[in-house]
């Protein structure tokens, strides 16, 4: 059950480049090991931190066997697929290797801006043929369409395949119809780092995080600690963190946590076009946040 094996802090880890623009896939093995060695509960691939629009097939392929090969079974790993062509994307599951992973993880279609009947039959095809549970990924700041409560909630009761979501509209009535209605065992995790100590007061089960990339200790234990009801403890690293989330996202996501990343010396802060590194007044903000909070 997802719920189980998915609670806590999820990372959704970002795709390092070298200089020259390839997949820096040693940088990729070490942010792996400071996540998994930090606290971190499980590792999602391929999201939309990992800059996934502008990866190849190939490389998309490559980066899914070697984070298989590297975590090596220490905590669960989820893949990220998504597209906006249901045909395309059920294509692009039967080809792909999810062996060594324990969900997947779609964001729903982005740009076609369906309707809602358009959403449940998008991920009815989709749980009809997926050989591994699907988390559903409701981000419309990204996909320019919300996802209702009532239609996740009916794609929930509807197809056992379907395990869980990703709930980041920002919408904390939304999220709260969806903790009240869905199955017992259906996973609902936070999609916004600056909401998840609310959201899990709420009964979320976790989040599947951007902060944690850079603070995966801090992080996983703000997280942990709401878990326990202790929420003297967990408030207190989130009003640590409160600066960090505003710099994360004061341009673009990855382009925050990458320029954070790089300050700590872990990553060359590359990105790939439209994506750029942020501007050099932001990173000199996260320049000093990280010197304030001892990460370099």
């Known amino acids: ?40 509960n499980y590792i999602v691939s391929l999201g939309t931190t990992g800059e996934t629009p502008v990866l ?21 790993v989820v893949i990220g697929m998504g597209g906006n062509c249901t045909a395309e994307l059920i294509d692009e599951i039967k080809q792909a290797n999810l062996d060594g992973c324990t969900a997947i993880l779609s964001a729903s279609p982005y740009y076609n801006k369906p309707s809602q009947e358009g959403l449940y039959q998008h991920y009815a095809a989709l749980a009809g043929m997926s050989p591994k549970p699907i988390i559903l990924y409701n981000v419309p700041g990204r996909t320019g369409m919300n996802m209702s409560a009532t239609t996740t909630l009916r794609l929930a009761h509807d197809f056992e395949k379907i395990s869980g979501i990703k709930e980041a509209s920002g919408d904390m009535l939304q999220c709260m119809n969806i903790l009240k209605d869905c199955p017992d065992d259906f996973l609902v995790v936070s999609g916004d780092d600056v909401l998840a100590l609310a959201q899990i ?56 946590v990458k320029a954070f990343l790089f300050e700590m010396g872990r990553i060359e ?28």
């Open 1 to 40: 059950m997802l719920k189980n094996s998915l609670k806590g802090t999820g990372v959704a880890i970002i795709t390092p480049f070298k200089k020259g623009g390839e997949v820096d896939f040693e940088a990729l093995s070490n942010l792996i090991d400071f996540q998994v060695d930090s606290g971190v």
């Open 56 to 76: 190849s097939k190939n490389e998309k392929n490559n980066i899914i066997e070697h984070t298989y090969k590297h975590v090596n079974g220490r905590v669960p």
């Open 201 to 256: 007061a709420c009964g979320m089960s976790g989040v599947i995080s951007v902060a944690a990339n850079a603070f995966p200790g801090q992080f996983s234990k703000m997280v942990e600690a709401a878990l326990k009801n202790d929420f003297k403890s967990a408030v207190k690293i989130n009003n640590n963190l409160l600066p960090a989330y505003k710099l994360l996202f004061c341009e673009n996501n990855p382009a925050g």
């Open 269 to 296: 802060n590359e990105l790939r076009l439209p994506c750029v590194a942020i501007s050099e007044a932001n990173q000199k903000l996260i320049r000093e946040y990280a010197q304030q909070m001892e990460l370099v």
